[in-house]
T-cell receptor, first 114, second 117 residues
Framework: AQSVAQPEDQVNVAEGNPLTVKCTYS??????LFWYVQYPNRGLQFLLK??????LVKGSYGFEAEFNKSQTSFHLKKPSALVSDSALYFC????????????FGIGTKLQVIP | NAGVMQNPRHLVRRRGQEARLRCSPM?????VYWYRQLPEEGLKFMVY????????ESGMPKERFSAEFPKEGPSILRIQQVVRGDSAAYFC???????????????FGAGSRLTVL
């Protein structure tokens, strides 16, 4: 079975500081990994994905994530946080094989403090 | 392209009534997913459908819950005899390509918030 762990319920960071939101995963084969963001009373929006290739992937709004196969991690990062980045962030995984189910983590609330 | 459309956005039901949630996927998308969101539980997978087929319903309770995605029309998530514990936000997502570079990027609707009194 595939699963995602987001160990932090909430991450607080000062505006202008770098941020990291952690994610580890478990799949039986090679992973497809995703990050989504949710603003209050809205659906989730896609930020970035890792399918294959470079371990560092860049996405929307200046976010990036690094795939680390040995640590089965896919942490989300941004060099300089903005107050507008405050939201709920979800990591997701899918096995690259034929099975299409996408499993999400529990979500991490990011609070950027002015 | 109107995106993924869910309705109703808000639905109030009394215990024992039926709730029907509708989802129209993005144009050209043939894969539909339903998720339930509760504050302390994150986003829980319920069911994955393709046109006229249920592919994976492992996250859906065996009783009272059903889903369909007919050849024509929206996908429907149906909850019979609702109980207070069914109160949640239900999100639908759709996708097209399932392999390669476009693999499984899901487009989400705005959600349907069910309140059971």
């Amino acid at each position: 079975a595939q699963s995602v762990a987001q160990p932090e319920d909430q991450v607080n960071v000062a505006e202008g500081n770098p941020l990291t939101v952690k994610c580890t995963y478990s799949v039986s084969g090679n992973p497809y990994l995703f990050w989504y963001v949710q603003y209050p009373n809205r659906g989730l929006q896609f930020l970035l994905k890792y399918i294959t290739g470079d371990n560092l992937v860049k996405g929307s709004y200046g976010f990036e994530a690094e795939f680390n196969k040995s640590q089965t991690s896919f942490h989300l990062k941004k060099p300089s946080a903005l107050v507008s980045d405050s939201a709920l962030y979800f990591c997701a995984v899918r096995d690259s094989g034929g099975y299409q189910k996408v499993t999400f983590g529990i979500g991490t609330k990011l609070q950027v403090i002015p | 392209n109107a995106g993924v459309m869910q309705n109703p956005r808000h639905l109030v039901r009394r215990r024992g009534q039926e709730a029907r949630l509708r989802c129209s996927p993005m144009k050209g998308h043939s894969h539909v997913y339903w998720y339930r969101q509760l504050p302390e539980e994150g986003l829980k997978f319920m069911v994955y459908l393709q046109k006229e087929n249920i592919i994976d319903e492992s996250g859906m309770p065996k009783e009272r819950f059903s889903a369909e995605f007919p050849k024509e029309g929206p996908s429907i998530l149906r909850i019979q005899q609702v109980v207070r514990g069914d109160s949640a936000a239900y999100f639908c997502a759709s996708s097209t390509l399932t392999t390669g570079d476009g693999a499984n990027v899901l487009t989400f609707g705005a959600g349907s918030r069910l309140t059971v009194l």
